[in-house]
Every structure is written in C-alpha cells, then in structure tokens.
C-alpha cells in the first residue's frame, strides 16, 4: 500500500514535470516550492511588522514610493505593449486562442510577458510591507492581502502550464488597468498638494470591477464554447474572479456610498 508521504511525492513530481518546458528553467516557475516560501514569508510579514512597528515612527517613504510606483508604471506599460503586439502580429482570438507551446519567435515573446506578469506579482507584494513601514495598518485589509497573497499562486499555474493563449487577455488588461493605478499612486506619494487632482480615484475602483467582470465573461464563454485550453484553469479565473467582485464591491460600497449616505 502506498504510503501517504509517497502519494504526496508522486503529486509533487507530477506537477513539476508536466509543465511548460519552456518556462521550466526561468527563475521561480519550475517548482511551487519558491512561491510558497514566499507566500509564508508574506503572511509572516503581514503577521510580525505591524506588531514591530508599533512603538515605532513611521518611515518617510517619499522618494522610495516615488521611484516604485512610476516604476511600475514603467513595467506595466511595458508588458501591455508586449502582451498586445505579440498577440497582434500572432494573431490572437479573443473568443479561443490555445497556447502555443513551440519555440517560434512570438510564442517565446508571449511566454517571455507572460513570465514578466508572474513576477511583477512578486514585487507588488512590496505594496504591503510600505504599508507596514509607513504605519497605515488600516490599509492591510482582508481584501488587499488576499488579493496580493492570492495571485503569486494564480499566476505561477498560468506561467508553468498556460504561457500564452487565452492568457493574455487577462495579462492584457490588468497591465493597462495598473498603468493607471501606479500612476494614481505616484501622484498621490509626492504629497498632499497633489490630491485635488486625484479625484477620480473612485473611478479607479469601478475600472478595477469592470476589469474583474470582463475577465468573468471571458472565462466564463470560454468555460461554454469548445476551445483547445484547459477548463481547469478558466474554471480556477472564473471562481477567483467572483471573490475578487463581491470583495471590491464591498470595498466600493463602504469606502463610496455608505459614507455618503452617512453625510
């Protein structure tokens, strides 16, 4: 009888060896050992700075913030360049596009964005540990960590099994919805004087929900319509896109009109 501990091993493998051989050997994608090393050092983070930083001043960020936030910008812009010409010029279906697994020029371009995306997921978890360092405890809600602790994951299965195809859409737009949301952010930490011009962040939200819902058609035609990539995963975006729209929903409820109702 095979034990629980081989059972456990045979999975592992299993997982490790039916990826893209492509992506296998770039930094992070071959193993979930990394990413999940790096999901428990987040949650300790999370767990530990706040508790270290309570008889503490908070940290002046200014320039740090600055220089993270419009270089995010910069990545962000990037990546949506590289998501939408790549899938011009290979000309992508945005109703069925099964990955291309070859070594062709553009289906390496595409998996090269596509591993871009996964890592600029690991340096947005820095969002939180400024948090922490700047004292705005109020900004560590369930919904910021679950969404930055969430998407490491996500976006690890999309670079080891799906570097491409149906990917790119939501890679395609969640990149131009950033461009705007560092850009928001950027403004915002060169100071106070700033934020008579930043008054369009409740539309930020509601771009952040129609994003969502767009992925959630998408996903969800996908799951309906025969196409060549795998329902596991339009079935995994699909699920994780209905958390994300009741929690922003929420978030959207009470930061917008819950307290207009209060005034």
Known sequence: ????????????????????????????????IPVTLIFLVYLGVVWVGPR???????????VVLIIYNFGMVGLSAYMFYEFLVTSWLSNYSLLCQPVDYSTSPLAMRMARVCWWFFFSKVIELSDTLFFILRKKNSQLTFLHIYHHGTMIFNWWLGIKYVA?????FIGLLNTFVHIIMYSYYGLAAIGPHMQKYLWWKRYLTSLQLVQFMMFLVYTGNNLLTECDFPDGMNLLVFGYCVTLIILFSNFYYQSYLSKKKQK
């Open 1 to 32: 009888m095979v034990s629980a501990w081989e059972q456990v091993l045979s999975g592992y493998q299993s997982i490790v060896d039916n990826g893209d051989k492509r992506t296998d050997p770039w930094l992070l994608v071959y193993s979930p």
């Open 52 to 62: 270290l930083m309570k008889h503490r001043e908070p940290v002046d960020l200014k």
């Open 164 to 168: 491409g195809g149906q990917s790119f």
